[in-house]
């Protein structure tokens, strides 16, 4: 590896010689002050001049530097490193049972040894005390009503066998009375009309009294009748009736009954339940283990949400406490997407807490990203659970540990710095150093870690390659129109939809410079041709000026807003329409922009001029960009 360091720094451009004066007499009052102020500002300036000529030669010099590796066959391990907690794998949670919800009243110490029977928590259970209260209330109303529908229902069934084996009886057997008594009395009455008719015969009986005999007859007749339509009216209707009346007093107060037994069921099973929650408010260790607060990151600003403490609220089911195992050990990682593809259960990893070293196994890793904060929302992490080996004693749950996962080990591999590698258009290449050329090379490329990738063909052992090209070679870091190659725009965004109008490839007008056109384009960058301005693919109009364009002349300092004087320029010092740009403008992310963030978005921009503003309109591309003399 090589490396050229700048030179010695240019003697500034301005210098002050002291000459002897005459000597004369100091001056005084405001004359003295006003002279000793210019005085100290022209040494001022001197001194800054000079240092911008200072670090302007440090940083031509800088981007004339040439690091290069030479190529070699090594072993490689393609690790996933990643910090995570340390927790049990097998935990008994310990959850709030009370319905509702309920305040913690007392808690056992977090991290607190306990046996099997010990107090753990203890719930406020005023509100379920009163509710147990009323809830016996209406317990013994439901059983009093209960207890008088099931005697109602008692008596009606009575009623219904009282009538069929008494009732009806005793009246069935008067309506056979009555008729056996008229049969009689219309056999009595028809012999004695015999015995008149006879004697009427003879002389013995008037007419008279024969029809009295006569009316005896057919009085008993009737009355016989009479009695025997009562007995059918008793056995055909009223014994139906009845009955019918008799059994639906007894239907219903059977269904009073059962009604009134769910109810005194279902007050008994609140008040149940209810003095069940109040055994729930005193809750007790099921078995020996260390107690660990269930405390929660996670919310908009990944805080600890719902804290287990003295006074806090606690939701129905929600964990509060955990007794981990702790001889089942592991670890959770959260593993960026651009990783996790690579992960598989069962790999083995190397695990470092405190300053100890052991060894674990990938056991699983989750199908969807964990929740992330506010800040962070962009970013998706997978959640990857690696069990440690054996049972290391000394171990607490929520330690801190770093997990090196062991994706593959490359034997005798051709391997290059991840720096030298540049992608363009989707291929890979990098740039070999012979004598006085660069010669560019396709890579194809295999496995990588954070620091070396696997080569398997373009470079060979020995090969000299770049480290920096893109600070070196124009070639590494030339975009597709500063190529000259036309974009194949069906092949990135894919043939047009039957009936759709190809928008892209309507003509436009002419471009309109943006903000980067005329005086000041870029950012003190060196002279040079503007680039053409960005734009939409069509036949669109010259544009005036993109991105670089611009006449001669350097775009305003930022530092001109440094308010303190303390030579950098703070994001509260700058105007509204830095902020939105201060990120980027911030290169090395200090939150200052500084002599040094302007020498290196110079760098960044030494090809494609001063971050100017867009060239083309809407619908075309913008045309070439002004040059600079």
């Known amino acids: 590896m090589s490396a050229t360091l700048p030179s010695t720094p240019p003697k500034p451009a301005s210098s002050v010689t002291a000459k002897p004066i005459a000597k004369q007499a100091p001056p005084s009052g405001m004359a003295g002050k006003l002279l000793g102020l210019l005085v100290l500002l022209g040494m001022l300036g001197g001194v800054g001049y000079g240092a911008q000529q200072y670090f302007a030669s440090m940083s031509a010099g800088q981007r004339q530097t040439v690091l290069t590796h030479t190529v070699a066959a090594n072993d490689m391990l393609v690790t996933v490193t990643e910090d995570g907690n340390l927790e049990s794998a097998s935990n008994l949670d310990i959850k709030c049972q009370v319905a509702g919800g309920s305040s913690i009243l007392w808690i056992v110490p977090d991290g607190s040894t306990v046996k099997q029977g010990d107090k753990l928590v203890e719930l406020d259970a005023s509100i379920i005390d009163e509710s147990i209260n009323t809830q016996k209330i ?179 089911r929600q964990t509060i406490l955990r007794l981990p195992d702790l001889a089942r050990m592991q670890v959770k990682v959260n593993v960026h997407e651009s990783k996790v593809d690579q992960l598989e259960p069962g790999m083995r990893a190397r695990i470092r807490i405190l300053d100890r070293d052991m060894t674990g196994t990938v056991t699983s890793i989750a199908n969807q990203p964990e929740s992330t904060g506010w800040f962070s929302a962009n970013v998706k992490e997978y959640a990857t659970h690696v069990r440690i ?62 620091y070396y990738i696997e080569v398997q063909d373009g470079v060979s052992v020995g090969d000299e390659v770049l480290l920096n090209p893109r600070s070196v070679v124009p070639e590494a870091k030339a975009t597709l ?42 950012v003190d960058g060196p002279s040079r041709t503007g680039g053409p301005g960005p734009g939409g693919p069509g036949a669109g109009g010259p544009g005036a000026g993109g991105p670089g364009g611009g006449g001669a002349g350097g775009r305003m300092n930022p530092l001109q807003f440094d308010k303190d004087g303390d030579g950098k320029v703070s994001k509260e010092e700058a105007p509204p329409q830095m902020q939105e740009r201060f990120d980027m403008m911030d290169t090395n992310g200090d939150g200052f922009i500084d002599r040094a963030d302007m020498d290196a978005l110079r760098q960044r921009f030494q090809q494609g001029g001063g971050p100017g503003g867009p060239g083309g309109g809407p619908g075309g591309p913008g045309g070439p960009g002004g040059a600079r003399p």
């Open 481 to 522: 129109e500063d190529a000259g190659e036309e974009m194949d725009i069906k092949s990135k965004f894919g043939e047009a939809a039957p009936g759709d109008a190809p928008r892209g490839d309507r003509p436009g007008g002419p471009g309109a410079g943006g903000p980067g056109a005329g005086p000041g384009a870029g």
């Open 389 to 450: 080996d054996g049972e290391p004693e000394g171990l607490r749950p929520g330690m801190t540990a770093e997990v090196e996962i062991l994706v593959a080990h490359l034997k005798n591999a051709t391997t290059l710095p991840v720096a030298a590698v540049v992608e363009q258009r989707g291929q890979f290449f990098c740039w070999i150093k012979d004598d006085t050329k660069y010669e560019r090379r396709t890579l194809k490329l295999g496995m990588s870690n954070d």
């Open 138 to 316: 209406a317990y013994e109303k439901a059983r009093s009503t209960k207890i008088q529908a099931e005697k109602n229902f008692e008596v009606a069934k009575l009623a219904v066998q009282e009538y069929l084996e008494g009732t009806f009886k005793q009246g069935l057997q008067d309506a056979d009375k009555l008729i056996t008594i008229s049969m009689e009395n219309l056999r009595s009455a028809e012999n004695s009309l015999q015995h008149a008719e006879r004697m009427f015969r003879k002389g013995y009986v008037s007419s008279l009294e024969l029809e009295g005999q006569r009316f005896a007859v057919e009085r008993a007749k009737l009355e016989l009748g009479s009695a025997q339509t009562a007995k059918d009216v008793l056995v055909n209707f009223t014994k139906v009736k009845t009955l019918q009346d008799l059994e639906s007093q007894r239907d219903t107060a059977e269904a009073t009954m059962r009604s009134e037994q769910a109810a005194f069921e279902l007050e008994e099973i609140r008040l149940k339940r209810l003095e069940s929650q109040m055994e729930q408010c005193t809750i007790v260790a099921p078995q020996d283990g260390m107690v660990v607060y269930a405390n929660e990151q996670g919310g908009r600003f990944n805080q600890q949400q719902g804290s287990i403490e003295e006074g806090a609220a606690v939701r129905e």
